[in-house]
């Protein structure tokens, strides 16, 4: 068969091809557009709630609180200018599924937002989420524990710290806590963010107030 001959003959069979299988493209097609617009729709999603922006900023009991202790912590401002955004630290790097996870979680979040955040005037917020801080605390110390900082050493490595360049006694501490692997958080809470107080600890006796019997 002559070339010319071959490209009709495969054009032939491309065309009837196609005419006999019409329905099945047009549905692949489609869903493959769908596909596409799903994806870029979630990642835009994502993108945009995780930006500091939207985490700072779209809600008052955020912004007049963890955001003004975060613009002071070295997390925002440092000798180098990096800026580790709150979702660095609050949502998993480089994991899709994980964060849809953390995303439906935070869409419940909401409902505490809009029913249990409120109050009169916007100290009355500040209020109403200051009583709710130890609580949320522990459930975000919990999730450290849990994936044992994982986001924390998405950035920060054991290995990777010079230790020769601290101080001997941090350098002791991380040499300890390399061994094991240790979480982070076992030695540093409140960072980023003031430790809140836990109103029902009893409170530490006064060097002065000892009971003389
Ligand atoms: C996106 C990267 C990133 C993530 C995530 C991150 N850090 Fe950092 N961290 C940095 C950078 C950059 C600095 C250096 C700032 C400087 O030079 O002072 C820093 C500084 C620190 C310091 C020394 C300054 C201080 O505040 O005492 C500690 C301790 C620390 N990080 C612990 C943590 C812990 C614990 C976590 C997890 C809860 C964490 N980091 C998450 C990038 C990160
Ligand atoms: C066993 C306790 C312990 C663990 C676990 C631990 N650290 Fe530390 N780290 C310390 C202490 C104590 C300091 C000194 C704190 C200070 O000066 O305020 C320190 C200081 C630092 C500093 C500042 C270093 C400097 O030279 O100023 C960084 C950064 C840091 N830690 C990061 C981390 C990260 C990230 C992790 C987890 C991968 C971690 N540490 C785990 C105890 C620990
Ligand atoms: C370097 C990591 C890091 C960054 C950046 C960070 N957080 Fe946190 N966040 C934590 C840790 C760790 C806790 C647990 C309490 C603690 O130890 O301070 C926490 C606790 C919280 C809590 C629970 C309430 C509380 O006070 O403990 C909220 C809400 C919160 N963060 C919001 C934010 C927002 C909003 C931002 C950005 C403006 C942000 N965080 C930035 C690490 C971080």
Redesign the pocket.
């Known amino acids: 068969m002559s070339f010319l001959g071959t490209v009709r003959a495969f054009s032939r069979g491309i065309r009837s091809y196609v005419r006999r299988r019409f329905n099945y493209i047009v549905v692949a097609v489609v869903a493959g557009l769908v596909g596409i617009g799903l994806t870029s729709g979630y990642a835009t999603l994502v993108d945009y709630t995780n930006s500091l922006n939207f985490c700072a900023h779209t809600c008052h009991e955020m912004e007049s609180t963890v955001f003004q202790e975060y613009r002071h912590?070295?997390?925002y401002k440092?000798?180098?200018g990096?800026v580790?955004?709150c979702s660095?630290?609050h949502v998993p790097?480089d994991a899709w599924a994980l964060t849809l996870g953390r995303k439906t979680v935070a869409s419940f979040e909401l409902y505490t937002h809009f029913v249990v955040f409120t109050g009169e005037g916007p100290d009355g917020v500040k209020k109403a989420f200051e009583a709710r801080r130890l609580q949320l605390a522990r459930r975000v110390w919990a999730g450290?524990a849990e994936t044992n900082?994982r986001?924390?050493?998405?950035?920060?490595k054991y290995s990777n710290m010079i230790l020769s360049e601290q101080r001997p006694s941090i350098r002791a501490q991380h040499v300890d806590a390399m061994k094991i692997d240790e979480n982070?958080?076992d030695c540093?809470k409140g960072?980023?963010h003031h430790v809140p107080v836990d109103p029902n600890a009893k409170p530490a006796p006064a060097s002065n107030s000892f009971d003389i019997q």
């Not at 986001?151 to 920060?156: G, I, Q, R, V």
């Open positions: 912590s070295a997390h440092n000798e180098y990096v580790v955004k660095q630290c790097h450290f900082a986001e924390c050493k998405a950035c920060h982070c958080l540093h960072i980023t």
